[in-house]
Nanobody
Framework: QVQLVESGGGLVQPGGSLRLSCSAS????????MGWYRQAPGKQRELVAT???????NYADSVKGRFTISRDNAKNTVYLQMNSLKPEDTAVYFC????????????????WGQGTQVTVSS
């Protein structure tokens, strides 16, 4: 079983910064793409950013230039540096990972973290 544990959420004023972290633990061979998604009250979960195991990144248009996703493959950890935060960034942020169970497996199982609240308010 694989667990994803997020940290780093909280309350911040508009224009401020936060850094989210998500670490994967358990038994597995490797992690493919990792990413961050968010869900605001009354809205569907949406993509924020993803990063492949070769560090290729993809961002939602709404966060481009403000958020940076990165990962440390040795630590099985993905980060989301969020700068110039806006009230509309308020949401629960979820970590996601595609985990390859064994060397012989050619597929990846999809895992989610429990979510961490980010609130941007003055």
């Amino acid at each position: 079983q694989v667990q994803l544990v997020e940290s780093g959420g909280g309350l911040v004023q508009p224009g401020g910064s936060l850094r989210l972290s998500c670490s994967a633990s358990g038994r597995f061979f490797s992690i493919n793409t990792m990413g961050w998604y968010r869900q605001a009250p009354g809205k569907q979960r949406e993509l924020v950013a993803t990063i492949t195991n070769s560090h290729r990144t993809n961002y939602a248009d709404s966060v481009k230039g403000r958020f940076t996703i990165s990962r440390d493959n040795a630590k099985n950890t993905v980060y989301l540096q969020m700068n110039s935060l806006k009230p509309e960034d308020t949401a629960v942020y979820f970590c996601n990972a595609g985990v390859r169970p064994r060397l012989s497996d050619l597929y990846a199982d999809d895992y989610w973290g429990q979510g961490t609240q980010v609130t941007v308010s003055s």
